[in-house]
């Protein structure tokens, strides 16, 4: 015993009051906002959150057991990093080329963005257009109605074409590159590629055309019209000209009927009978020639022409949100005349007599051309069906599921619906409750999902001061991005401070 007692008083475990003189009260001791002080002191009730690293196996390895796996898609284009806790940190590659080219996991290269106003939609494009421009990836904004992204295309050594009353006119019965390209494609001995483009690009000059009218008239083009506008379009063609076919030619030829264009109006040679038939058409025709409307600025020769294999945008900010006619009639040409061009592209790509050029389209504003006439949602659907074929990817963009079941028949709704549909992606911003269950239809929401982003529509606080000013809402920049039926990955959205620059949306109040 006598032994041990050197080891119990070195652990403190024997502490005679004969070694204290008398005997010790008892300490208090009081723990602070961190548990209390020493060692055994108990949970530590403050835990600063770790920093987090992310990168390749390769270039972390031998770093174990500090790594975690990360279930996020790491190839695209990087927009931000995820908003959950359990993978605080980990970025989120995405964008719908290369999801659909490399990753393999859309089947369709396309994405729908759908938010309330000033939340990020425009700037996640933006960021998709700079990021894939580091792929090789020529992007074409074909109706930018706010000027939102003139400055960035300028930045990158793009195309700005202006649109509207005195700064520029698009010429509907222009071609573009089609016809050049035909008879290159004729003189290396590909006869068919240049029937097939040439034949396309008349096929579209036509649907401009019955576009332009239904935009017009609000109603659409019949049968027997349609059949007058493309036997008048065959005999432009016929005929030789030193300029540019404008709409005033075609005008001229239906008033003036063939014996082909009498079997079209099944007037049997009547001439009285035929401009009954064609009364209606003649009289658009009329109002678009002679400059009112929408013939100011689509019936005059065209002021720039697209070139091809660069970025481009079409500048339509001049055109008034009061004229929606016109604002919906320049989305909807400016779309053609891109999707004409990207054909041209590829014919030539395909004959060997030009390099393939990846495209990556931007459809703004989806919902003003969809609600301008009957029919118009066709020509929206069939380019998400055909985008594959064509080597382009495609970014709509539209403010809630309203926009789209606010057409004027249930056939236009279910069309507008299915578009959403078919894309390979669906990225949703912050959107009211109302939205939930018709975009459940679409795309299937969990509850936590559906509350998520009705959280992200909340306002930001009323608090007036400096530090509160300067903060933005709750739900700006961060976005869920949903394919099929998989679970959703929600996402904050980071900017590069170079490119912060090209998202000022309020200049005008800044200055």
Request: charged letters at 20%; proline letters at 5%.
């Amino acid at each position: 015993m006598l032994l041990l007692l050197p080891f119990l008083l070195l652990a403190g475990l024997l502490t005679p009051n004969f070694m204290l003189g008398r005997k010790r009260k008892a300490a208090v001791r009081t723990p602070s906002s961190r548990g209390y002080r020493g060692p055994g002191g108990g949970a530590w009730h403050y835990m600063r959150n770790p920093t987090f690293f992310r990168s390749t196996s390769n270039q972390v390895a031998g770093l174990y057991p500090w790594l975690i796996g990360s279930g996020t898609p790491t190839i695209g284009v990087p927009i931000g990093r995820v908003k959950h806790k359990q993978s605080k940190g980990s970025v989120v590659f995405c964008d719908p080329i290369s999801w659909f080219e490399r990753a393999k996991l859309i089947s369709q290269p396309s994405a729908f963005i759908l938010g309330l106003p000033a939340l990020g939609k425009s700037t996640l494009i933006k960021h998709w257009i700079l990021g894939l421009d580091y792929f090789g990836v020529k992007s074409l904004v074909l109706g930018d109605l706010k000027g939102e992204y003139v400055e960035l295309i300028s930045a990158l050594g793009g195309q700005v074409i202006p649109i509207g009353r005195g700064r520029g006119y698009l010429n509907v019965l222009d071609m573009g590159d089609a016809p050049a390209a035909a008879k290159q494609l004729q003189a290396a001995g590909q006869s068919d590629a240049a029937a097939h483009l040439l034949a396309a690009a008349k096929g579209r000059r036509q649907i401009a055309v019955e576009t332009l009218l239904t935009i017009h008239r609000a109603a659409a083009v019949n049968s027997v019209e349609s059949g007058v506008i493309s036997e008048g379009l065959r005999i432009l063609d016929s005929r030789t000209f030193r300029r540019p076919v404008i709409l005033a030619d075609l005008l001229r030829v239906i008033q003036e009927p063939t014996p082909a264009m009498h079997r079209m109006a099944v007037s049997r040679n009547d001439l009285t009978a035929y401009q009954e038939i064609t009364r209606q058409l003649e009289a658009d025709l009329e109002q678009l020639t002679a400059g009112h409307g929408l013939g100011e600025i689509f019936s005059k020769a065209t002021t720039t022409h697209l070139v091809r294999g660069q970025h481009a945008v079409y500048d339509v900010s001049s055109i008034g949100d009061g004229e929606k006619k016109l604002q919906a009639a320049a989305l909807m040409l400016c779309w053609e005349i891109g999707f004409g061009s990207i054909a041209v592209s590829n014919a030539l790509a395909d004959a060997g007599l030009e390099p393939h050029q990846p495209m990556h389209a931007v459809l703004d504003e989806l919902w003003r051309v969809l609600r301008a006439g009957p029919g118009l949602v066709d020509r929206a659907d069939g380019l998400t069906r055909l985008n594959r074929d064509k080597g382009v990817g495609v970014t709509f963009a539209s403010h809630t599921m309203e926009d789209l079941e606010a057409l004027p028949t249930k056939e236009d709704i279910s069309k507008a619906v299915g578009l959403l549909e078919r894309c390979g992606m669906v990225i949703a911003f912050g959107l009211p409750a109302s939205e939930m269950p018709r975009l459940s239809k679409a795309v299937k929401l969990s509850g936590i999902e559906k509350r998520t982003l009705n959280g992200w529509t909340t306002p930001k606080s009323w608090s007036t001061r400096k530090k509160s000013k300067g903060k933005p809402p709750p739900g700006r920049g961060k976005c869920l991005i949903k394919v099929g039926e998989r679970r959703g990955i929600s996402v904050e959205i980071e900017l590069l401070e170079m490119e912060k620059q090209f998202n000022k949306t309020s200049k005008r109040w800044a200055a």
